[in-house]
Each structure stands twice: as structure tokens, then as C-alpha cells.
């Protein structure tokens, strides 16, 4: 398991689908004890633009990965050319 994501990214649900619209996104991590109502369209929307996906078992541990001593549900690793 990745212990922190490196590089530009965004957190949280809004943030990230935002960012995938504008064609930033590379990769998608998501918390699978996050509400599913919350994350489902996101993955949705992940899936239909080749969007890869990862999951992260606790919103606790995604939010650690991403610097932060809350819990996330999702989190974006913006494009490298996108900066």
C-alpha cells in the first residue's frame, strides 16, 4: 500500500470530481468506508473517462496518505503536465 501520495492533488469528493471534468485527473483513490451514495458517481464518473481507481480501506488512512489528520473520502493525483 502507497503510505502518502506524492505530487498535486486534490481532496474530497467535489474537488475531485471538478478536477476530472477540467481533465486533470489521473488517478482516483477512494475510502471504502465512505458513503457509498457519495463516491458511487464519482467512481461512475471515473470508469467512463479511463480514470484509474484505487482503493483505500479507511477514509482515516486516505486522509493520512494525503498529509492531513482528518479522514477524506476521496482524493485526485492530478496529471504531471497539468501543474
Do not use: H, W
Not at 7 to 14: D, E, L, R, S, T
Not at 29 to 35: E, S
Not at 38 to 44: G, M, N, R
Amino acid at each position: 500500500m502507497v503510505n502518502r501520495l506524492l505530487g498535486k492533488k486534490v481532496i474530497g469528493v467535489k474537488q475531485s470530481l471538478r478536477s476530472m471534468e477540467n481533465g486533470f485527473g489521473e488517478t482516483l483513490y477512494v475510502a471504502n468506508d465512505a458513503d457509498n451514495k457519495l463516491i458511487a458517481p464519482l467512481i461512475k464518473y471515473a470508469d467512463e473517462i479511463n480514470i484509474s481507481i484505487k482503493r483505500v480501506e479507511t477514509m482515516k488512512e486516505l486522509g493520512k496518505m494525503c498529509g492531513l489528520q482528518i479522514e477524506t473520502a476521496a482524493a485526485l493525483k492530478l496529471k504531471e503536465n497539468n501543474i
